[in-house]
């Protein structure tokens, strides 16, 4: 049976573990390379899941199926951006990443935040189905995926 549940400081190898396999998987979809997560230290982990910025997961008993995180930009508590999103290959298909999302929302909600963001890359027509399924709508806003690279990433967002 899975279950989605926020994690904490002390589960920093869970969540380094399942961050460095994403990135693996599908480099083009997130901002951050594998070599430079790689480089993070325990305290790095640790402070990503600190504070107020969850990080959600689906989890069948112990292995950690999928992944995403939200966090409000600095000064502009009416914004939430989703970050991070991730199934694992052999769990795609089965609406981990719907329930992660609708979790995200919720979260948002309480917090009064009134709308949601995240980013995705040009061809991703998985994602940018997912994300048009769960009610956000392309901007326009198009930056590129990493400093210098010609991959480019649009801004989506969802008025909650
Ligand atoms: C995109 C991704 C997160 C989807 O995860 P998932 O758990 O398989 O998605 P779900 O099962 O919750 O699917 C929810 C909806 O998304 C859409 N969707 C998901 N995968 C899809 C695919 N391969 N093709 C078309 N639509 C897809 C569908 O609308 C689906 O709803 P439906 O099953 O009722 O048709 C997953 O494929 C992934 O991790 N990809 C690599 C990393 C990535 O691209 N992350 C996004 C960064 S912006």
Do not use: K
């Not at 914004?79 to 992660?100: I, K, Q």
């Amino acid at each position: 049976m899975t279950t989605i549940a926020q994690i904490g400081p002390d589960d920093w190898e869970d969540f380094r573990d399942i961050r460095l396999r994403a990135l693996a998987d599908a480099p083009d979809a997130f901002g951050v390379t594998l070599a430079d997560a790689r480089q993070n230290s325990e305290q790095d982990w640790r402070d990503r899941l600190a504070g107020s910025s969850p990080v959600l997961v689906v989890r069948d008993r112990a292995v950690l199926l999928a992944m995403g995180g939200g966090w409000h930009p600095p000064g502009e508590p009416d914004r939430m951006m989703v970050w991070g999103m991730w199934t694992a290959p052999e769990a795609r298909g089965n609406g981990c990443a719907r329930s992660l999302l609708d979790r995200l929302l919720d979260h948002a909600r309480r917090l009064d935040a009134t709308t949601v963001e995240l980013h995705v890359t040009e061809g991703n027509n998985s994602a940018r189905r997912l994300y048009e399924t769960c009610g956000f709508e392309a901007t326009g806003e198009w930056e590129p995926l990493q400093e210098g690279s010609a991959l480019q990433i649009e801004l989506m967002r969802r008025v909650i």
